[in-house]
DNA sequence: GCGATAAGTTACTGACCGGTAACACCCCTG
DNA sequence: CAGGGGTGTTACCGGTCAGTAACTTATCGC
């Protein structure tokens, strides 16, 4: 089985977080580029410049990092969420747009790998893993605040367009991983806001 | 890391085909199920009723064996896709909801884990997996079957109508992998046959 | 029966996996 | 100064990984 070799970008070494901190910018760093399974755990303790040792004292097993690293994800998209919702508040429908844009940008992105979380629903099938239900959750919510902003930006079905949209991004994300940024992926943003506008009262 | 243990299935022991077919059909089955990365070799070989040896009479690596898995895949949809156009010969429309049809069983099937090329996109990133070819120059021909399709049923827009549905199948069947098959997923056909409709001189 | 070819069997290599034990160290607080 | 918690270091465990060597066995055409 080839395995990437550059697994030592050295990430995150920022400074002088604590190492649990570091460990774990490492880690999503590493999981997102290589996929969870290609990953050691050796591998992330050394990029985050420490030891296996460390490692195991904050985390007690690969799979609670891996679930940490997702929780931090999540965390992330919510944080960018909230921005958006602030840079246009009181005004639902200029954040769909915004927000699709921002969808376009990161897909137009040949380094871009998707959404994490759907990569590791991917890659770990199995149901008991302590990462599942972070990702279930995180898309359940992702999937409702859609449904309320498109309540909110006046849409006559809120619920048919968020799914709609919901399905438009997540096929963006992952067809940019094997049809390029230049594949149908890249007229995302035209398609998102056809259907929003056939969607408006 | 927790792998899961029951991928002793004996999955195609089918009468006596000859081992690289069984070999096939196997890792196919426990690829597919498990991912590329959870399933050894040795697992393989014995669940096709057969040894590492042989496996590797037939295989040159586990990265090529991996690869004539995604040919197989590919040429499975291809001719799927032909039985869909000789049950509707000269109906490019009526092709084009049937497809969309067998796209929504399969992602109302909740063993159903999305299309077995994306997951192998999503799971090997590396640039230089002999199956990564494989999948996209599949993909490539797929949009651009859609795409012949779609101006045969006489959209106005074919290359944007196809865009359009390849993004919503591909969203619906990875969407399928973290909301399950009563998510947005569950409404593919209804949103298909819209934008269908909507593209329609 | 003969030879050739394919398949099964066992054992092995070297590397890596996730995870742990034991111990030295450093720095901060009291 | 003492002490203790967080950290680093090294070595190790048992298991699995991909891949190979050498040998035996079964099958089939001649």
Redesign the interface.
Known sequence: ??T?SDLSPACAEAAKLPPRERILATARELFY???I??VGVEAVAEAAGTNKMTLYRHFS???ELVAECMRQFAGEVDGWWENLSREHAGNPRAQLSAWLRDVGTSVADPAD??CA???A??????K??PARCV??QF??AQ?NNLAQLCEAAGAKDAN?L???L???????R??S????PK???S??VQ?GEVLIA?HMK
Chains 1, 2 share one sequence.
């Open positions: 089985m080839s990437s580029r290589h996929g399974r290609a097993s690969k799979d790998r998707g979380l759907v990569n629903a991917v890659e770990l099938p199995e008991e893993h990702i279930e898309k359940i999937r048919l968020a799914d709609e919901f399905l438009l991004i997540e096929g963006a992952v067809c991983q094997s049809l390029g594949g149908p992926s007229r995302v398609m056939s």
